[in-house]
């Protein structure tokens, strides 16, 4: 679900992002609301008293360092690298690798493509549901089969299973084709059966879009949902611009 919000004050907006910590949709700020640019969204976000920044972005070359906002823009001169390139995204989420993972991303998009690289979005709930339909057996597999998420060299990894139950009967994911250590072939089988499914689900009813504009900001909770990108038109660097900025939540 992708609740779109034009015209709104802070106090609104804070209870739309503290509700996040158990909704998996996402917020789509327009452009000209509240805060417009990304200073004004990183101070308004560190405003708020459940937030709290988590600041660790990996660079191009898989270092890990501190910095505000990660920028995912295209490059030419890089285009092997998904942040940098104009191809289409695969679904994943942005914080798999951590063992203490944020769970608030932000978006600012300082500058949209002239065509394309819409955001797709696949909410968990609705993941689940067609896997349980489709493919029960890849479902339970994600679910019992653990795995080794892992990025760069200083972290050792998040050992984790693909789908978390909770015991509340709600689940969280954390997925990053690349990044699964295949340590079987058991885990690399299920690995790209479940690429596979996501592939063929990608213009289903099931998942949604952002038609986003240049100035638009997105928030979501990166354990409750799977996103994508479109490819995107581009000929120089800097044709689309998106940073990243990610913050833990705890209760008010």
Not at 14 to 42: C, F, M, P, R
Request: overall charge negative.
């Amino acid at each position: 679900m992708i609740k779109t919000l034009k015209n709104y004050d802070v106090n609104e907006l804070e209870e739309e992002i503290y509700a996040l910590q158990q909704k998996g949709h996402v917020l789509h700020l327009k452009a000209g609301s509240a805060a417009h640019n990304s200073t004004d969204w990183y101070n308004y976000l560190s405003s708020l008293s459940f937030l709290s920044p988590d600041r660790r972005h990996f660079d191009e070359g898989n270092k890990l360092n501190e910095r505000d906002w990660w920028e995912i823009k295209y490059d030419p001169t890089n285009e092997h690298t998904y942040a940098y390139s104009k191809t289409a995204q695969p679904f994943h989420t942005d914080n798999a690798w951590f063992a203490n993972p944020p769970e608030i991303n932000f978006f600012f998009l300082q500058k949209q493509a002239k065509s394309g690289g819409q955001q797709r979005i696949y909410p968990i709930q609705r993941l689940i549901d067609d896997l349980n339909y489709y493919e029960p057996g890849l479902l339970n597999d994600l679910t019992q089969v653990e795995v080794v998420i892992r990025k760069g060299e200083e972290l050792k990894g998040h050992k984790t299973r693909i789908l978390n139950r909770l015991k509340n009967g709600t689940y969280k994911i954390y997925w990053n084709y690349y990044r699964v250590i295949r340590s079987s072939d058991a885990i690399d089988n299920m690995c790209n059966a479940f690429f596979r499914f996501l592939d063929s689900q990608i213009n289903s009813s099931s998942v949604e879009s952002i038609p986003s504009e240049t100035g638009d900001a997105f928030c979501f909770n990166d354990s409750l949902l799977l996103h994508a990108r479109d490819a995107f038109e581009a000929h120089h660097k800097g044709d689309r611009i998106l940073l990243q900025s990610m913050w833990s939540i705890s209760e008010r």
